[in-house]
């Protein structure tokens, strides 16, 4: 698994699945957002999505349904900066567009922040990710900047 990198100049329209909102969360949010996470995805991920948290504007993009049920996010520059990740969708609403949706909402917001190119870190999704934004993998780039993870107990 190595890295992907995608065109922010060149990404496909984005829409939204029927009924669900793509929003970035607000800052009394984040405790919400980040015990979802943990619960569904793992504490590490829930460390980079504290990490969204932490600047202004805040990186990360979340689904919410019709009654406001928590479904998916998507973050980026939360590790290194102009990486895209991590990015999950609860399990019963996959393959229903949210995951796509959140992840051109991401995309969108780093062309808007100045980024030409985005970088997908450790994707294990190469084929996902090339048929929705065009990414295309990066030569030599496993383990990427990864490598020196702390390893648990």
């Not at 808007?112 to 190119?117: Q, V």
């Not at 999704?125 to 295309?136: T, W």
Request: hydrophobic share 35%; net charge negative.
């Amino acid at each position: 698994m190595g890295d992907l990198l995608v065109k922010l100049y060149d990404l496909p329209h984005r829409e939204n699945p029927e009924g669900i909102l793509i929003k970035r969360p607000l800052a009394p949010e984040k405790r919400t957002v980040v015990s979802w996470v943990e619960r569904h995805f793992g504490e590490r991920w829930a460390s980079e999505v504290e990490m969204a948290f932490s600047g202004h504007p805040i990186t990360c993009f979340v689904a919410l349904t019709p009654t406001r049920e928590l479904v998916g996010f998507a973050c980026y520059d939360t590790s290194f900066r102009g990486f895209f990740g991590p990015t999950g969708v609860e399990e019963s609403s996959r393959g229903t567009g949210i995951g796509s949706a959140l992840l051109l909402r991401s995309l969108e917001a780093m062309r808007e922040a100045g980024y030409a190119y985005a970088i997908i870190g450790y994707s294990g999704a190469d084929e996902y990710y090339g048929r929705i934004v065009g990414a295309v993998p990066i030569p030599d780039s496993e383990p990427g900047p990864y490598r020196d993870w702390i390893h648990r107990d």
